[in-house]
T-cell receptor
């Protein structure tokens, strides 16, 4: 059974601070996705990384996939109140039929105070 | 707005009852996924359909079943409900498989009393 552990689980910071969220597993994944979920809504995909060591930047967000494709990190620079939400990582697991199941971590609840 | 619609938004029922959750995927998407999100377990994959056929199964209980209809909408049936089934149920859709992007609906909040 593939498991993804996210840390920290909760983070409350002031506007302008930087933060890093970690997503770790002992399993290898075909892809690693990061989602952001706001209360009352479904998760929204932020990024997908597929290559070990890959780094993707999306404005103030930097995503990295570990070399062994077992872990990932999300770094937010100069956090803003609008970044508040639940950040979920999800690992892709391919089955023999070609479908990719997503295994989700439990998420990191971020609160950015003005 | 992801383009995925789910009804109802909220559902309150009693233990032992049966409910049906409905999902309409984004226009053109052939694949539908169902997930359960609870505080203790997080977001868990239940089942996937592609063009009417079951493609993958996750942690779906035998009391739960799903289907995808010819018009590509999907229904998740939950029976003999227990208190522990209270959760958010999300549907997601994608154009292709493996999915490059899964688009999630707003969810159905089920409360079992």
């Amino acid at each position: 059974t593939q498991l993804l552990e996210q840390s920290p689980q909760f983070l409350s910071i002031q506007e302008g601070e930087n933060l890093t969220v970690y997503c770790n597993s002992s399993s290898v994944f075909s892809s690693l996705q990061w989602y952001r979920q706001e209360p009352g809504e479904g998760p929204v995909l932020l990024v997908t990384v597929v290559t070990g060591g890959e780094v993707k930047k999306l404005k103030r967000l930097t995503f990295q996939f570990g070399d062994a494709r077992k872990d990932s990190s999300l770094h937010i620079t100069a956090a803003q109140p609008g970044d508040t939400g639940l950040y979920l990582c999800a690992g892709g697991v391919l089955d023999q039929g070609g479908s990719e199941k997503l295994v989700f971590g439990k998420g990191m609840k971020l609160t950015v105070n003005p | 707005d992801s383009g995925v619609t789910q009804t109802p938004k909220h559902l309150i029922t009693a233990t032992g009852q049966r409910v049906t959750l409905r999902c309409s995927p984004r226009s053109g998407d052939l694949s539908v996924y169902w997930y359960q999100q609870s505080l203790d377990q997080g977001l868990q994959f239940l089942i996937q359909y592609y063009n009417g056929e079951e493609r993958a199964k996750g942690n779906i209980l035998e009391r739960f079943s799903a289907q995808q209809f010819p018009d590509l909408h999907s229904e998740l049936n939950l029976s003999s409900l227990e208190l522990g089934d209270s959760a958010l149920y999300f549907c997601a859709s994608s154009l292709q498989i493996p999915a490059d992007t899964q688009y999630f609906g707003p969810g159905t909040r089920l409360t079992v009393l």
